[in-house]
């Protein structure tokens, strides 16, 4: 961890090198894959607890329903499970129960908006690859049928990167880190993203800055962490926005409102809205790419 640190700072002053091979440059260029339907499983994760991980996937999921889109919402942070909270709500059902067998998919899903549907994670769910017993292969056929019914599908993962963590980073078609200032928070980071590209070398990762307070700062954060991932793990990673510290968030969550209803016109619900945006013009170019991967419960399924 030391050594990352003191490789983080190092690389602080590093501008980014201007040569790319034209294979990465175009998977780090926003042509991200997509399943077999045209939808993308985004990852969001985090080598740190308390980041704003899962404020980021239930904002997000909300803000890019608003634009329109059908968006399913897996809280995969089975330990923690609490986009639920965040929203207000307390189902009394989660993906355990489908597991278990108790209930069927259809049963424990919750709308979060008119756009936006969550599947509620929860205890008794160590590993979503490894489930076991006769009802996995309908399942896995229900979940993937409604992952086509829909054209982002998000992930909220726990942090770290424990290996069931892993399992579900790898099955979706890309990944936005969020990582904070807090040199600690960058460290983690590039272990996760080592990690990830150490199994994935091509796997399309974003960063999402929360929490900074300085611009400054929040630009550094990504140069630094590029940087280092260009150096030494000769790959890069894609900026896709940052989201200030505002007291609004910490509200909105005890308020349990996610802050872009809460709150609409402040400075974190306007960062996210920008993030929308910028995944909702990238779903645009995807139309047009030929790129076509298995849907993300198949390749968990397979993994
Ligand atoms: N941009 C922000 N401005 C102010 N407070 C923030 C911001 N982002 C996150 N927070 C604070 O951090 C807390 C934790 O956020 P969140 O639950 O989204 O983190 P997490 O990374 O999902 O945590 P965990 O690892 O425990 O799942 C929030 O309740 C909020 O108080
Ligand atoms: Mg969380």
């Not at 991200?32 to 899962?54: H, L, M, P, Y």
Request: hydrophobic share 45%.
């Amino acid at each position: 961890m030391n050594d990352q640190a003191s490789t983080l700072r190092t690389m602080a002053s590093n501008t980014m090198p201007m040569e790319i091979s034209a294979e990465k440059q175009r998977l780090q260029s926003g042509i991200f894959g997509k399943t077999q339907t045209g939808t993308r499983c985004i990852a969001v994760t985090g080598g740190k607890g308390g980041i704003g991980k899962s404020n980021l996937a239930v904002n997000l999921s909300l803000e890019l329903g608003a634009l329109g889109n059908r968006v399913t919402l897996l809280d995969a942070d089975f330990g923690l499970a609490n986009a639920d909270i965040l929203c207000g709500l307390a189902p009394k059902y989660h993906l355990g129960h489908v597991f278990a067998g108790i209930k069927g998919l259809d049963e424990v899903v919750v709308n979060i908006s008119d756009k936006v549907s969550l599947i509620p994670g929860g205890s008794g769910i160590e590993d979503l690859a490894n489930i076991s017993g006769n009802a996995r292969e309908y399942i896995f056929a229900e979940l993937q049928l409604m992952e086509e019914n829909t054209d982002f599908m998000l992930i909220d993962t726990a942090a770290g990167i424990a290996e069931n963590v892993l399992g579900v980073l790898l099955s979706a078609s890309e990944v936005v880190v969020v990582a904070t200032p807090e040199p600690t928070c960058l460290v983690d980071a590039y272990a996760t993203i080592k990690v990830i590209l150490r199994h994935a070398p091509t796997k399309p990762i974003s960063l999402v800055v929360n929490n900074f307070v300085g611009m400054a700062e929040a630009k550094q954060v990504y140069q630094q962490l590029n940087s280092a991932v260009y150096c030494f793990l000769s790959s890069q990673i894609e900026f896709l926005g940052m989201i200030p510290h505002d007291s609004m968030l910490s509200e909105a969550v005890r308020e349990q409102v996610p802050v872009v209803q809460y709150a609409p016109d402040c400075p974190a619900s306007r960062a996210i809205r920008l993030v929308a945006k910028q995944f909702n013009q990238q779903k645009q170019k995807d139309r047009d790419s030929r790129i076509q991967l298995q849907s993300f419960w198949e390749t968990l399924a397979n993994s």
